[in-house]
């Protein structure tokens, strides 16, 4: 599902006289196979968050080679970037990301409207998804109207309304108690196991790192080679 090959990173800091280079990533060589769940962990600063940016396109590599489903994203242009996001992954962040303006009902339809999809079908879809993950009698409610528990469902709803076969979460249990968080976490297994759909987790908590079939470490820009590839057992 992802094949990243001689991955690397640098930010420049500071005006050009003055710039800095700053590397982040280093060679990074990873591959996800379909039907995984897959937890990236590192400290602050290691480079997982910006990994999880290179693979959905929201920043481009200094040099390597991204492929998601046997599709050569690399040189993606941010318009191909875009239709690529909105046809084939889904996304759940930390802080939601929801529209406050919007309702649960229409936050969860956007990426629909976003392809065009014909209204009756969207209601009938978003419907569904709502129910789904438990929140059919909160579609006319506002995100700030929601807990946190509730809004994470939202974002995970949309999420699934196109249908991905892969989920990239950044820390998708940061802003949850613990109560929600094994809601959370059971529900992605769920997903997982009935849909097959392939999980790529950036975390630094080793509760969500558990649920993982594999569990990655990144230190300093660096795979862990001596313990970035194990089973965890079920």
Do not use: C
Request: charged share 25%; hydrophobic share 35%.
């Amino acid at each position: 599902m992802i094949n990243v090959q001689q991955l690397s990173h640098e930010f420049r800091i500071g005006q050009k006289a003055k710039e800095r280079i700053v590397p982040v990533l280093h060679n990074i060589t990873l591959q996800v196979r379909k039907g995984e769940i897959v937890a990236i962990v590192g400290k602050s600063g290691s480079g997982k968050s910006t990994l999880l940016n290179l693979i959905s396109g929201y920043i481009k590599p200094v040099s390597g080679k991204i492929h998601i489903d046997g599709t050569d994203v690399t040189s993606f242009k941010e318009g191909e970037w875009s239709d690529f996001r909105l046809n084939h992954l889904g996304f759940i962040f930390q802080s939601f990301q929801l529209i406050p303006s919007m309702t649960s009902f229409e936050n969860v339809q956007l990426p629909l409207v976003l392809k065009g999809v014909d209204e009756k079908l969207r209601m009938k879809q978003t419907e569904e998804i709502l129910a789904r993950v438990g929140l059919s009698e909160y579609g006319g409610h506002y995100p700030g109207e929601l807990s946190g528990g509730q809004q994470q469902r939202v974002s995970i709803a949309r999420a699934l309304i196109v249908n991905p076969p892969l989920i990239l979460a950044d820390e998708p249990t940061g802003s949850l108690d613990s109560d929600n968080e094994k809601e959370l976490l059971s529900f992605i297994q769920k997903l997982n196991q009935d849909d097959g759909i392939t999980f790529l987790i950036i975390t630094h908590d080793e509760e969500v790192a558990q649920i993982a079939h594999r569990k990655i470490e990144i230190v300093d820009g660096h795979l862990n080679e001596g313990r970035s590839f194990y089973e965890v057992q079920r």
